[in-house]
């Protein structure tokens, strides 16, 4: 008996005490988990996930309308939470989730609105203001420049006249002669 008191009876104890232990951690694992209520989530976890959007959208207005919209849906399941693994992971999905679906919208709208104009190569428009030049240069000089001063630089045949030193019906007539001779080339 003596042995027993000694030395091994403690150890006894101490090891059906430890099994007493793992016996309440594990019926505390099997006892259903209560999630917390809405409410609680929502205190617990719209400053998080605010701050979460915001440096995601970069937008204070798009971060609280996407966590509202993410609040609003889990409210809508929430009799179903049982069915969410972990409602935090599941708003933030949903959230991120609805950034880039506005995303999307919105790059859909702007091509719709303003089409992506194609690149001009700026060779092109070197090699039309030579082909101009040379057209206008086979003109007679008084053609070339009553059409420079109507059709490029857009003075009426009036100003044009007074520019040239000429009269308006003048005017009119040479451009008119050298827009027949350039189509003619």
Known sequence: MSDLNDGSGS???ERVQAEDNVVELLRDREAPVNPPSFDELFLDQHDRLYRALYFVTGSREDAEELMQDAFVKLWERWDTIGQIDD???WLFRVSLN???MRMRRAGVAARRLAPIPTQRDPY???ELHEDIRRMLLGLPQRQRAALVLTEIFEFSSAQ???ILGIRPATVRAL???GRAALRAT
């Open 98 to 100: 609805g950034f880039r």
């Open 124 to 126: 092109d428009d070197i």
């Open 175 to 177: 451009a008119s002669q």
């Open 11 to 13: 150890r006894i104890h």
């Open 160 to 162: 044009a006249a007074g």
């Open 87 to 89: 409602p935090v992971a």
